[in-house]
């Protein structure tokens, strides 16, 4: 019994998942599977440019949702920190106190959890 309720959500995996899994192979794990406009790649550009660093994880299911949001391209440009990959990342996470993902920070300010682009742009007062 325990055999064929394992292989239940194998199956339904590699049939429906396939699609999905396909298009996240193109890119790196984490990666956003959407291309970018030009809207989001200029905010990801603004965003460097002003200083913002965006402290995150492979793992992450919001961290992911939120390099969604700028697209593939826009997602590669984000001043992205990986805070669990090596020990390098993990340490410099832990320098700047990171406690959850994703994790927003600009100079003193600190903003938690998945924004909107509208969000990000006013938060970082672009």
Same mark, same amino acid.
């Given at each position: 019994?325990?055999?064929? #309720?394992? #292989?239940?959500?194998?199956?339904?995996?590699?049939?429906?998942?396939?699609?999905?899994?396909?298009?996240?192979?193109?890119?790196?794990?984490? $990666?956003?599977?959407?291309?970018?406009?030009?809207?989001q790649?200029?905010?990801?550009?603004?965003?460097k440019?002003?200083? *913002?660093?965006? !402290?995150?994880?492979?793992?992450?299911?919001?961290?992911?949702?939120?390099?969604? #949001?700028?697209?593939?391209?826009?997602?590669?440009e984000?001043? !992205? *920190?990986?805070? $669990?990959? /090596? $020990?390098a990342?993990?340490?410099?996470?832990?320098?700047?106190?990171?406690?959850?993902?994703?994790?927003?920070?600009l100079g /003193?300010?600190?903003?938690?959890? *998945?924004?909107?682009?509208?969000q990000?742009?006013?938060?970082a007062?672009?």
């Amino acid at each position: 019994m325990r055999r064929s #309720l394992w #292989l239940i959500p194998l199956a339904a995996g590699l049939v429906f998942g396939s699609g999905a899994w396909t298009r996240a192979e193109a890119g790196n794990l984490g $990666d956003a599977v959407e291309p970018s406009n030009a809207e989001q790649l200029s905010l990801a550009r603004e965003l460097k440019q002003a200083g *913002v660093i965006f !402290y995150g994880a492979w793992w992450c299911g919001a961290c992911f949702h939120q390099k969604n #949001l700028f697209g593939t391209e826009a997602g590669r440009e984000l001043p !992205y *920190v990986e805070c $669990d990959k /090596d $020990d390098a990342g993990r340490e410099q996470c832990r320098k700047a106190q990171i406690k959850a993902f994703p994790t927003w920070v600009l100079g /003193d300010q600190r903003a938690e959890g *998945v924004m909107t682009l509208p969000q990000l742009r006013s938060w970082a007062g672009l």
